[in-house]
T-cell receptor
Framework: AQSVAQPEDQVNVAEGNPLTVKCTYS??????LFWYVQYPNRGLQFLLK??????LVKGSYGFEAEFNKSQTSFHLKKPSALVSDSALYFC???????????FGSGTQLTVLP | GAGVSQSPSNKVTEKGKDVELRCDPI?????LYWYRQRLGQGLEFLIY????????KSGLPSDRFSAERTGESVSTLTIQRTQQEDSAVYLC????????????FGSGTRLTVV
């Protein structure tokens, strides 16, 4: 069975600094990897995905993520954080053979002004 | 519709009562998913519908939970004899034939059992 780990419940970063939200996964076969963001009292919004191809994936709002097969990681990054990036971030995975996503427990990102 | 619509947005019910939660997916999306998000926790898969195929019910936590979907339209999640531990946000998502593009989520129904 597949699983996702987000080792940090909370990440704090100063505005303008780079940010990283960590994600590692376990899945049989080739993984399909996703990042979602959840703002307060709203549903999850799709940020970016990795299916195949370049290991560096660019998504919405200036976010990017790097797929590292040897480390089974898919960390979310942004070169310069904004206060408006403060939200709850979820990593998700599914094997190519399945349709349903398995989500991590989420990481609360707080960007301090 | 333009997005996934869920109703009600908030529901407070007494312990032991039955509740019905509704999800209206994006028109043309063949797949529909229900997840549960307890306070401070991640998303827990409940059930998945794909077209007219038999649903994947492997995530339903007990026989008090059930869901229906007619064709590729509205779905209803029913919780019978609600318990306090059922309190959570119930999220619905839908996806097109190519789920490589991920899901589109609704805003959820916040269920509080008192």
């Amino acid at each position: 069975a597949q699983s996702v780990a987000q080792p940090e419940d909370q990440v704090n970063v100063a505005e303008g600094n780079p940010l990283t939200v960590k994600c590692t996964y376990s899945v049989s076969g080739n993984p399909y990897l996703f990042w979602y963001v959840q703002y307060p009292n709203r549903g999850l919004q799709f940020l970016l995905k990795y299916i195949t191809g370049d290991n560096l994936v660019k998504g919405s709002y200036g976010f990017e993520a790097e797929f590292n097969k040897s480390q089974t990681s898919f960390h979310l990054k942004k070169p310069s954080a904004l206060v408006s990036d403060s939200a709850l971030y979820f990593c998700a995975v599914r094997p190519g053979s399945a349709r349903q996503l398995t989500f991590g427990s989420g990481t609360q990102l707080t960007v301090l002004p | 519709g333009a997005g996934v619509s869920q109703s009600p947005s908030n529901k407070v019910t007494e312990k032991g009562k039955d509740v019905e939660l509704r999800c209206d997916p994006i028109s043309g999306h063949t797949a529909l998913y229900w997840y549960r998000q307890r306070l401070g926790q991640g998303l827990e898969f409940l059930i998945y519908f794909q077209g007219n195929s038999a649903p994947d019910k492997s995530g339903l936590p007990s026989d008090r939970f059930s869901a229906e979907r007619t064709g590729e339209s509205v779905s209803t999640l029913t919780i019978q004899r609600t318990q306090q531990e059922d309190s959570a946000v119930y999220l619905c998502a839908s996806s097109g034939r190519d789920s490589n593009y991920g899901y589109t989520f609704g805003s959820g129904t916040r269920l509080t059992v008192v």
